[in-house]
Each structure stands twice: as structure tokens, then as C-alpha cells.
């Protein structure tokens, strides 16, 4: 059975930084592809990154060139590179992992940017 754990999230200014990891365990982390989605107050939950099980990666528009999405298998864990975060990108950040049809779900972490 997979777990997913995220961590790294919190409190940063408007320009700032954070990284999120997320750490697997259960089974075979590198078949898996993974991504990052967040929900904020009041909407539904949207994709941010997802990286695929060769390492491919796509990006929802308004992250592109702030947010860097990445795997390391050795460590069985999916990070989030977030720079210039802004207001609009406080939500609920949350890992998943995903083979073929089966899905896995993280229980998400906290990020919010206000000054």
C-alpha cells in the first residue's frame, strides 16, 4: 500500500521561496508517476506539476517559470520547487501518486503567502 507524506509548507512573504517534498513509501516508487495539485479555499482542487515516471514534466500556465517539479528515486521522493509565490497561490498543496488507474493521495500541507 503506497503512503504519501508531504512536507515543507507554511507562512512566506509575497517574492519568497519554499520547497515541498513529498517522501513514498509502499511500493515501487519509480513506475510511478507523480504530481502536485492544491486547493484553495472555496475551489476545486487543480493541478500544479506533475513528473512523469521517466521524468517528463508539465506545468498548470500560471506556475511556469516559478515552480520546478522533480523526482529523486533513490531518496522515494517528489519535490516542488516554488519561487516568487504570490497570494493567489495560497491553497492546500498535495501529493499524488499515480499507476495506470490506481491513484494515491497524500493528506496534504499548508501554504500560504501573505505579508
Known amino acids: 500500500q503506497v503512503q504519501l507524506v508531504e512536507s515543507g509548507g507554511g507562512l512566506v512573504q509575497p517574492g519568497g521561496s519554499l520547497r515541498l517534498s513529498c517522501e513514498f513509501s509502499g511500493l515501487i516508487f519509480s513506475i510511478y508517476a507523480m504530481g502536485w495539485y492544491r486547493q484553495a479555499p472555496g475551489k476545486q482542487r487543480e493541478m500544479v506539476a506533475t513528473i512523469s515516471n521517466r521524468g517528463e514534466t508539465t506545468y498548470t500556465f500560471s506556475v511556469k517559470d516559478r515552480f520546478t517539479i522533480s523526482r529523486d528515486n533513490a531518496k522515494n521522493t517528489v519535490y516542488l520547487q516554488m519561487n516568487d509565490l504570490k497570494p493567489e497561490d495560497t491553497a492546500v498543496y498535495y501529493c499524488?501518486?499515480?499507476?495506470?488507474?490506481?491513484?494515491?493521495w497524500g493528506q496534504g500541507t499548508q501554504v500560504t503567502v501573505s505579508s
Open positions: 499524488k501518486a499515480q499507476y495506470f488507474t490506481e491513484e494515491n
